[in-house]
């Protein structure tokens, strides 16, 4: 039996045997007595009883161990022409810093702080200065419009909200402050105060619950960690579900840091002193976990990158900074070598950068297809590796264990389960599906430590969303299957989720939105492919009686209203006014169906339709407007 093979068995045959042994390489101010129990719901809950601190664990330990001196953060932002170097040593104290200025705003263990910042370091000190204090730090993307905020605030009931002056894309700078006023106005809930990081590019006029940061530190006393139990939570962390609310993710404390510190070594190969470069943003899981937390529980530099693949100045941005910083291990989403190919498909720019100290590539966040995965593959010398995870596991499910036991890669698949996840796949009925079999990807309970352990202070939803389609399974919310060697692979979403560059989003979401135009009788908005970006959203709506009849108007109106409401990220940019849409008897939307036409592929006409003609004049309007590929589609 392969190494793999022998710990992923002992894993799941032997769980709390298997993570005790990892949690013994943390620092605990109480090592945990019980490592797994079961909640009443029968929900596994991992270490209860053990005693630490995150922030201590990640920050004070290292600097107690020798590593004061080393880099805990390399930033780098093109997008203000700034970059900075922190030691651990250095991070302890601002963080230590900032925790007493929270505390000193009342802040405490259990309170909730949001934090909506851009990738600077402070934003990384914000987080980890909550952790000290116990508190637990909802963080949110800054693309997202204030409407988003406001429901995050009001689900969270943040004591402080944390934020920059502005955030800085690649052609202007974007003032946060009216965001946020706008948002705690929109909210039934107000925090207490929000703390304001000036920066150069913009400064925030400050109202009176406002602090500036820099001020508010100079004033505070340094706060020390405070010890948490294990199953205290650490953050939340909002994602889109199939309605319009979106999920707040519970993350507990030290089920995660275990989990992080495993992953580090065995998935990801990075030793304690070693550069890690994920190139995603603290405002999602991917940059919460293996930005902030991961690489420097296991003691290695983290390289925080405000910037984009491309334009930043150019498409071999990546290539420079693992260059620059020696990176050994690098992480981003699919969509961004998409937009590098686009600008340099020879890959012409990699020559100019040395990048002989990058051992592995790591891609997430959607599927890497298999175009962006061979062109990888043929331009660089090192394993290119598509690993599967999602918010709520809080870390990869599987992955090709570059620390453990590295696997040749096959272009379309995760590779395989990581230990602690009984991936299986079930059918309609929930049988087990053979190999090759396509269907419900799920993971047999109890999950391993790191993963949800609740919606925040919804434990109905987190029982229906993820528990009751298959007892004893999390359904994952992805379709996929095993072929005959074991290796999985992962196809897509089976509900209202789409993937936009990487970022998730939630078509149900955008129907809300839609739907609550006055002029807006019915609708369905469905992802279509795009090339460059994975999915795009379509919107195609039915007018009310009394339509004035001026569509363009229509159009612009809804898609400003979902940058409104949702903000840029959704990037809803076409919408289609129709008659009719095609719906089941029972008066379904045929939205599968929609989406087939869209990516131009055939097509028949399903039984239970109410009215083909209905299906023929849309797909006639989206041959009219070329929506996606619809004029390739075909009726059969
Ligand atoms: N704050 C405010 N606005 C933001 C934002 C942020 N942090 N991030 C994106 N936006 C805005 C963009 O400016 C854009 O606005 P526009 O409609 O006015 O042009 C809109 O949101 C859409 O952004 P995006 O989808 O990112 O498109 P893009 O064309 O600017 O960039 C890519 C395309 C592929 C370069 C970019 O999406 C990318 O880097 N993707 C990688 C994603 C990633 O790392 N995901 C993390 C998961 S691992
Ligand atoms: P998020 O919660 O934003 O990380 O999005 C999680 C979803 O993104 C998953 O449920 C998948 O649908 C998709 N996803 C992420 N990584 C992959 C991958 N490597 N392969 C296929 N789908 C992925």
């Known amino acids: ?44 809950r991992w270490f209860v ?52 200025a929270l505390k000193g705003l009342g802040v405490a263990k259990g309170d909730r702080v949001v934090i909506y910042m851009p990738m600077v370091p402070e934003a990384l000190v914000a987080m980890y200065a909550c952790a000290r204090l116990g508190a637990v730090h909802s963080v949110v993307f800054g693309g997202f419009a204030p409407h988003e905020l406001a429901v995050r605030i009001e689900d969270a009931e943040p004591r ?95 089920g995660y840091a275990v989990a992080l510190h495993y992953s580090m070594e065995t998935i990801y190969d990075m030793a304690p002193g070693e550069v890690f470069f994920s190139a995603s943003d603290v405002g999602w899981v991917v940059g919460h976990s293996y930005i902030v937390y991961a690489p420097l529980l296991r003691g290695c530099t983290t390289v925080v990158y405000e910037g984009k693949p491309v334009k930043t100045p150019d498409a071999g941005a990546f290539w420079r900074l693992i260059a620059e910083y020696r990176v050994k291990s690098f992480f981003t989403a699919p969509t961004a070598f998409r937009a590098i190919k686009k600008e340099d498909p020879d890959g012409k720019l990699l020559g100019q950068h040395d990048i ?31 690993h599967w995870w999602q918010t709520e596991t809080g870390w990869p499910i599987a992955a090709n264990l570059q620390g453990l036991e590295p696997m040749p890669t096959r272009a379309g698949s995760a590779t395989v389960p990581v230990p ?11 049988e087990l599906a053979a190999a090759m079999e396509q269907g419900s990807v799920v993971i047999k309970q109890p999950l391993p430590p790191g993963c949800l352990v609740g919606v925040w202070r919804d434990p109905q939803r987190f029982h229906s969303a993820y528990m009751a389609a298959f007892p004893g399974y999390y359904l994952t919310g992805d379709g996929g299957y095993f072929d005959e060697d074991g290796y999985l692979f992962i196809m897509g979403r089976t509900d209202d989720v789409i993937n936009i560059a990487g970022h998730r989003l939630s078509t149900g979401e955008m129907e809300e939105v839609v739907g609550a135009h006055p002029a807006v009788a019915e609708c369905a908005v469905i992802g279509i492919h795009d090339a460059l970006k994975g999915q795009l959203p ?57 989406r087939s036409i869209a990516d131009g592929k055939e097509y028949g006409v399903p039984s239970t339709i109410d009215d083909p003609a209905s299906l023929q004049d849309v797909h006639e309007a989206m041959k009219a407007r070329s929506v996606g590929a619809a004029h390739d589609a075909r009726q059969v």
Not at 72 to 82: C, G, L, N, Q
Not at 420 to 430: A, H, K, M, S, T
Not at 568 to 577: E, N, S
């Open 1 to 44: 039996m392969s190494t793999y093979h022998r710990e992923f068995r002992r894993s799941i045959e032997q769980p709390a045997t298997f993570w005790a042994e990892q949690a013994r390489r943390l620092p605990w101010f109480t090592p945990p007595t019980t490592i797994l129990e079961y909640d009443e719901a029968g929900h596994a």
């Open 49 to 100: 009883d053990g005693e630490l601190n995150i922030c201590h664990a990640a920050l004070d330990h290292h600097v107690e161990q020798g590593r004061g001196d080393q880099p805990a953060i390399f930033w780098d932002s093109p997008v203000t022409a700034a970059k900075r170097v922190i030691t651990y040593a250095e991070l302890r104290d601002q963080v230590a810093g900032f925790a007493g």
């Open 160 to 254: 402080v909200v944390v934020a920059a002056s502005c955030g800085v894309e690649v052609d202007r700078v974007l003032p946060y402050k009216p965001i946020i006023d706008a948002a705690i106005e929109q909210s039934r809930y107000k925090p207490e105060a929000c703390v304001v990081l000036q920066r150069d590019q913009h400064r925030a006029e400050l109202g009176p619950i406002d602090h500036d940061w820099t001020a508010l530190v100079e004033k505070a006393e340094p706060a020390d960690c405070v010890p948490v139990r294990g199953s205290d939570p650490l953050y939340v962390l909002y994602t889109s579900g199939t309605t319009g609310k979106p999920k707040g993710v519970v993350r507990d404390t030290a």
């Open 356 to 386: 002989s100290c990058l051992k592995a590539l790591f891609l997430a966040g959607e599927r890497l297809d298999p175009p962006t995965f061979h062109w990888l593959d043929d331009l660089l010398d090192v394993p290119v590796i598509d």
């Open 420 to 430: 602690g996840f009984d991936v299986q796949i079930l059918d309609r009925e929930g």
């Open 538 to 594: 379509v919107g195609l709506v039915i007018p009310k009686d009394g339509f004035d009849g001026d569509e363009v108007a229509l159009e612009e109106a809804l898609i400003a209203l979902v940058r409104e409401k949702i903000g840029p990220i959704a990037c809803f940019k076409q919408v289609l006014v129709v008659d009719r849409l095609p719906k089941t008897r029972s008066g379904k939307i045929l939205r599968k169906l929609l």
